[in-house]
Nanobody
Framework: VQLQASGGGLVQAGGSLRLSCAAS?????MGWFRQAPGKEREFVAG????????IYADSAKGRFTISRDNAKNTVYLQMNTLKPEDTAVYYC????????????????WGQGTQVTVSS
């Protein structure tokens, strides 16, 4: 499975961005992660294949929404009320039914898209 992330950019604090991740084939659990300079990659949000269950990091709860369109093999991350601390490279990932919040539990990764939030 190949993943192509897009939608990043520069936005002011309080603004919104919508990230997309297009997959080349069917996927099961999909996740969004982010990595800021000098920091480890961290889990942001995940969604199961049916789209009926999602999980969020505490930092994303109430501000970010993960969704998927299986007809388009695409997963989205709607990010609202962005903060400067959300600045990072955002990666989408695909995993089996065992994938959870640990990056090592995912099998396929996109190339990343930069999100920069200015204060």
């Amino acid at each position: 499975v190949q993943l192509q992330a897009s939608g990043g950019g520069l936005v002011q604090a309080g603004g919104s961005l919508r990230l997309s991740c297009a997959a080349s084939g069917r996927t099961y659990i999909m996740g969004w992660f982010r990595q800021a300079p000098g920091k480890e990659r961290e889990f942001v949000a995940g969604i199961i294949s049916t789209g009926s269950s999602m999980i969020y990091a505490d930092s994303a709860k109430g501000r970010f929404t993960i969704s998927r369109d299986n007809a388009k093999n695409t997963v989205y991350l709607q990010m609202n009320t962005l903060k400067p601390e959300d600045t990072a490279v955002y990666y989408c990932a695909a995993g089996s039914t065992r994938a959870r919040t640990d990056p090592s539990s995912y099998d396929y990764w996109g190339q990343g898209t930069q999100v920069t939030v200015s204060s």
